[in-house]
Every structure is written in C-alpha cells, then in structure tokens.
Nanobody
Framework: QVQLVESGGGLVQTGGSLRLSCEVSGSMFSMWPMVWYRQAPGNEREWVGS???????NYADSVKGRFTISRDNAKNTVYLQMTSLKPEDTAVYYC????????WGQGTQVTVSS
C-alpha cells in the first residue's frame, strides 16, 4: 500500500519561505505525476500545482511565481518550495498522485502570520 508522508510545515511570517516535502512509498513514484493541494479551515481542498514524471510543472494563479514544485525520483520525494508567503497561504498542505490515491497523507500545517 502506497503511503504519502508530508513534512516541513510550520509557522512563518509574511514574506517568509518554507520547503515542504512529500515522501512516497513504493516503486512506481518516478512514473507518477504528482500534485500539491491545500485546504484552509472552512474551505474545500484547493489545487496548488503539479509536476509530471519528467518535471513539467503547472501552478495555480494564486501561487504562480512564488511556489516551485520539484521532485527527486531517487528519493521518492516531491517538494514544494514556497516563497513570499502570505497569510492567505495558511492551510494544511497535501500531496497526492494524479489521479489521486484513495489514502491521503496527514498533511502538513503551514501558518503564515501577518
């Protein structure tokens, strides 16, 4: 069973940076497109961006130019580098495969103080 383990969240001031990691178990990771999502309290889960198996990325307009997704297939890990953080980026961040696996990870909390 594939497991998704997100880490790297925390409390940061407006304008700060964080790098999130998502480690994926299993041997198929390098073939999978991966997606980062986030969910703020009271909101639906929001698509943040994605990366294909060969490293092509796409981003939501709200994070374009500030967030960067990358992957290290040797480590079965996908990253989300976040810069110029804003209070509206506060959310629990999740990763998943595209199409998504049924079992989501626990997510990692990002809190941006104003």
């Amino acid at each position: 069973q594939v497991q998704l383990v997100e880490s790297g969240g925390g409390l940061v001031q407006t304008g700060g940076s964080l790098r999130l990691s998502c480690e994926v178990s299993g041997s198929m990771f390098s073939m999978w497109p991966m997606v980062w999502y986030r969910q703020a309290p009271g909101n639906e889960r929001e698509w943040v961006g994605s990366i294909t198996s060969i490293g092509t990325t796409n981003y939501a307009d709200s994070v374009k130019g500030r967030f960067t997704i990358s992957r290290d297939n040797a480590k079965n890990t996908v990253y989300l580098q976040m810069t110029s953080l804003k209070p509206e980026d506060t959310a629990v961040y999740y990763c998943n495969r595209q199409p998504p696996l049924n079992d989501w990870g626990q997510g990692t909390q990002v809190t941006v103080s104003s």
